[in-house]
């Protein structure tokens, strides 16, 4: 079973600031994707970042970044220079394993991010 | 080039009443999955559809919940006979094909309230 574990129920940044979410996975499987999104209030989701179980280099787009650190099975949100804008709820999810029809994703609880001006 | 359309964006129903969920995936995309989101929480899956097969169903409960993705329209959710418990916001992604780095695009949810 595939368990995705974000311990930051909520976390409060000074506009301008770096900011990181932690996201931590467990599998058995050795191929597996990882993805962040973000929510805002209005509810829908919105893809940010994706890193693949065997890519060798850090997703990176635009101000996201991911910090794959595969041995510890973590995958945080690095979002540089936060802005208002990015006050929204962030969820981690995993895609995973080499089952057919192994295609939904599991989502962690989420992280509240509140950007204070 | 729309994206994933669901339909309708709030649905009201009474306890016992049938609820029935619609989602137009993005162009050219064949394979759906359903998701539900229960109030300050994450999303769990629920189903998985390609055209007219259900591929994945182990996150639906075995009783009054039913999905379909037809040849032709939209994928249903339906939920028979209602309870206060159903109340959440159910999504809908699609994806164009299968694959671990495959973006699932998500449509804006529809937020069922059971009073």
């Known amino acids: 079973a595939q368990k995705i574990t974000q311990t930051q129920p909520g976390m409060f940044v000074q506009e301008k600031e770096a900011v990181t979410l932690d996201c931590t996975y467990d599998?058995?499987?050795?191929?597996?994707?990882l993805f962040w999104y973000k929510q805002p209030s209005s509810g829908e989701m919105i893809f940010l970042i994706y890193q693949g179980s065997y890519d060798q280099q850090n997703a990176t787009e635009g101000r996201y970044s991911l910090n794959f650190q595969k041995a510890r099975k973590s995958a945080n949100l690095v979002i540089s220079a936060s802005q208002l804008g990015d006050s929204a709820m962030y969820f981690c999810?995993?895609?995973?394993?080499?089952?057919?029809?192994?295609?939904?994703?599991?989502f962690g609880t989420g992280t509240r991010l509140t950007i204070i001006p | 080039n729309a994206g994933v359309m669901q339909n309708p964006r709030h649905l009201v129903r009474r306890r016992g009443q049938e609820a029935r969920l619609r989602c137009s995936p993005m162009?050219?995309?064949?394979?759906v999955y359903w998701y539900r989101q229960l109030p300050e929480e994450g999303l769990k899956f629920m189903v998985y559809l390609q055209k007219e097969n259900i591929i994945d169903e182990s996150g639906m409960p075995k009783e009054r919940f039913s999905a379909e993705f037809p040849k032709e329209g939209p994928s249903i959710l339906r939920i028979q006979q209602v309870v206060r418990g159903d109340s959440a916001a159910y999504f809908c992604?699609?994806?164009?094909?299968?694959?671990?780095?495959?973006?699932?695009?998500f449509g804006q949810g529809t937020r069922l309230t059971v009073v």
């Open positions: 992604a699609s994806s164009a094909e299968r694959g671990l780095n495959t973006e699932a695009f």
């Open positions: 999810a995993m895609r995973g394993g080499s089952n057919f029809g192994n295609e939904k994703l599991t």
């Open positions: 599998t058995s499987d050795p191929s597996y994707g």
């Open positions: 162009k050219g995309h064949s394979h």
